[in-house]
């Protein structure tokens, strides 16, 4: 039988306003991993999707999913496995462009998938599971 785990971490950036943040845990430590739920390209100082096409998207996105790592005290060079969501197959050249610019190397595993709707004023979404710092070793 496996063990339980026993310590779960709710993973909130400093910052993001709380009537801005959306109705769940933007992340959650557990079992030596950073869980973090997927990220929009909302500016969480207003709560309202960045314009400027989907490079500007997937920057804001890369620095909501950065503010939840590194308010768990883990990078970009943490990721082990990332699921990126995109409304339009023609955006994937600009978003990888943006994406490989931040992600460490070796590049974490993959999923990139087309979805036929998002949320309002988003065309890119991403997901993604880090290593959790060493606590108290």
Do not use: H
């Amino acid at each position: 039988m496996r063990e339980a785990v026993t310590a779960v971490r709710a993973i909130v950036p400093g910052g993001w306003p709380a009537d801005s943040r959306p109705p769940y845990t933007p992340g959650i430590e557990a079992g030596g991993f950073v869980f973090v739920s997927g990220q929009l390209p909302v500016d969480p100082s207003t709560g309202v999707p960045v314009e400027g096409g989907v490079e500007r998207q997937t920057e804001q996105v890369l620095r909501n999913l950065g503010a939840v790592l590194e308010e768990a005290g883990a990078s970009f060079d943490d990721l082990v496995k990332v699921t990126v969501y995109l409304l339009r197959r023609a955006d994937w050249p600009a978003m990888n462009e943006v994406y490989r610019g931040v992600v460490g190397t070796p590049p974490p595993a993959r999923c990139a998938v087309v979805v036929p709707e998002m949320a309002p004023g988003a065309s890119v979404e991403i997901e993604a599971i880090a290593l959790a710092p060493r606590r108290g070793a």
